[in-house]
């Protein structure tokens, strides 16, 4: 029996065939948007900022648990191994189910049920980790992929993780400082000049550093 527990947009979008769909969470870990998404919510160039499941003990991370029917596997397995390339590996998971929503579901889980879901490991080549919150924002509000706005995508995982009654902290300040981010025209301004300005900034220590290295060059070169 295949399980799949979605924890980010699998929550909303699964795009994939199943026989059941549960809620679920995973015990000791907990929701993070540490990865950098260089496609579906932004580009190389200009990554967007997309959740992974990170361990913390004592925190368990809510989602939906989708049993996938034997004769779709490899199918599903495929198909996700396509969405979630940016960056993301395969791990197995246990997970429990839950019939709703409760305060301290780690003081009365029932049995573990092994799962396959999707992390970013912080070695891969577009793992951002924490952040200052108004760079986190500023970097979400400016960033587009092929799946469409950032914000959106954070917008819309707090909209959902509200409406199953949790509480995610992390998600919904998140969320928050975003809305206000993109809805405001003078806000959206100071983003794109505070984006402006660290580029600049990027550029001349590219340039510093370039400059360094070709003196010490040249040094090397005038000691033969």
């Known amino acids: 029996m295949t399980w799949i527990f979605g924890y980010g947009s699998i929550i909303w979008r699964p795009d994939f065939p199943y026989a059941e769909r549960t809620l679920a969470f995973v015990?000791?870990?907990t929701r993070r948007f540490w990865q950098g998404s260089p496609d579906h919510r932004g580009t190389p160039t200009s990554l967007g900022r997309v959740v992974t499941l990170v361990p913390e003990p004592g925190e368990v991370c809510w989602g939906f648990a989708?049993?996938?029917p034997h004769d779709r596997v490899d199918e599903v397995m495929a198909y996700l191994d396509h969405r979630e390339r940016g960056g993301y590996i395969r791990i197995s998971v246990p997970f429990h189910r839950a019939s709703s929503v409760?305060?301290?579901?780690?003081?009365n889980m029932g049995p573990a049920i092994e799962s396959i879901t999707y992390i970013a490991a912080p070695d891969?080549?577009?793992?951002?980790?924490?952040?200052?919150?108004?760079?986190?924002v500023r970097q979400i509000a400016s960033a587009e992929g092929?799946?469409?706005?950032?914000?959106?995508?954070?917008?819309?995982?707090?909209?959902?993780?509200r409406d199953m009654g949790l509480e995610d902290p992390h998600v919904f300040t998140?969320?928050?400082?975003?809305?206000?981010?993109?809805a405001s025209p003078v806000v959206q301004?100071?983003?794109?000049e505070a984006l402006e300005q660290e580029a600049k900034e990027r550029a001349r220590l590219i340039h510093c550093a370039s400059n360094l290295y070709t003196r010490a060059q040249l040094d090397d070169t005038n000691m033969l």
Do not use: F, W
């Not at 409760?102 to 003081?107: E, G, I, K, S, T």
């Open 102 to 107: 409760c305060a301290n579901p780690l003081h």
């Open 146 to 161: 092929e799946s469409g706005r950032n914000a959106d995508y954070v917008i819309n995982l707090a909209t959902h993780l």
């Open 66 to 68: 989708y049993r996938v």
């Open 124 to 136: 891969n080549e577009h793992y951002l980790g924490p952040d200052a919150l108004p760079r986190m």
């Open 27 to 29: 015990a000791n870990h």
């Open 189 to 192: 301004a100071k983003v794109l």
């Open 174 to 182: 998140l969320a928050q400082a975003v809305r206000e981010a993109v």
